[in-house]
């Protein structure tokens, strides 16, 4: 089978840490982007899934009680320093 060249932009950081993983596999870049691309056409798709990071439900729970802090802090206790704080969690 007959290759070709072809150019790709990718950040620096990412080839680099890229490069130095698939070469603890024994593999350059070029072999494992064929690898994907091999794996790619045989799944007709991404092999693998891509989604957005929808965060879980504690996460969302989490962050609406911040939320909620935020908007009235008077309901909430507050401290001065670490060490009020801490003496009040142990008491």
Known sequence: ??????????DADVKAKAQELFADFGLDLSTAINIFLRQSIRENGIPFPIQR???NADTIAAIKECEEMAK?????KSYTSVDEMM???LE
């Open 72 to 76: 009235h802090p008077e309901n909430y």
């Open 53 to 55: 990071d929808v965060p």
């Open 87 to 89: 003496k009040d969690i």
């Open 1 to 10: 089978m007959a290759k070709v060249s072809t150019s790709i932009s990718i």
